[in-house]
């Protein structure tokens, strides 16, 4: 079945600098991939998502990008501040199917 | 407009009781989820409503039932709790019937089964 992995499972960096997280897929017919943000105690909120007809998509200091080929996506947060804090998922949709499968999950620490 | 609400916040049981999580939505959406969250594990589905009066399996089913009482509701039931259902369960609904729609979560059920 459909295959999300994702690393770092933890990630620190100073605040002002750049984080990355990479996720892989295993299903090359995975059409739409999100991101989640969850903060401690709440659910997964959405950030930012791409679709397979699109390479890069950007918002504001969040941008996304994807190579189907490699079957690699990441997400890049640029001059992070300590409420960039959480823990983030990757996830893919299985084409024609309802199933969003996610990756482990990265805590990033942003620290001040 | 509240988004998704689950109940109860918290729960503990004994080996073997049940329970009903509750979750409504107020965004009309057709789709509804259900995932429960482990360490190091994601997100895994355990079942799924791609509409009203449908409800299907997802990779974790074993052990739950669920019910869509109405485009709202979706409820999830443990007959015969066992420790390995000791997670956090969150409730999702979509707008879309179909994979390309993003999920909204509620702030989850922390549910610990001794």
């Given at each position: 079945g459909e295959n999300v992995e994702q690393h770092p499972s933890t990630l620190s960096v100073q605040e002002g600098d750049s984080a990355v997280i990479k996720c892989t897929y295993?299903?090359?017919?995975?059409n739409y991939f999100p991101w989640y943000k969850q903060e401690l105690g709440k659910g997964p909120q959405l950030i930012i998502d791409i679709r397979s007809n699109v390479g890069e998509k950007k918002d504001q200091r969040i941008a996304v990008t994807l190579n189907k080929t490699a079957k690699h996506f990441s997400l890049h947060i640029t001059e992070t501040q300590p409420e960039d804090s959480a823990v983030y998922f990757c996830a893919a949709n299985i084409t024609g199917g309802f199933k969003t499968i996610f990756g482990a999950g990265t805590r990033l620490f942003v620290k001040a | 407009n509240a988004g998704v609400t689950q109940t109860p916040k918290f729960q503990v049981l004994k080996t073997g009781q049940s329970m009903t999580l509750q979750c409504a939505q107020d965004m009309n959406h057709n789709s509804m989820y259900w995932y429960r969250q482990d360490p190091g594990m994601g997100l895994r589905l355990i079942y799924y409503s791609a509409s009203e009066g449908t409800t299907d399996k997802g990779e974790v089913p074993n052990g739950y039932n669920v019910s869509r009482?109405?485009?709202r509701e979706f409820s999830l039931r443990l007959e015969s709790a066992a420790p390995s259902q000791t997670s956090v369960y969150f409730c999702a609904s979509s707008e879309q019937t179909g994979a390309n729609s993003p999920l909204h979560f509620g702030n989850g059920t922390r549910l610990t089964v001794t």
């Open positions: 295993s299903d090359s017919a995975s | 009482l109405n485009k």
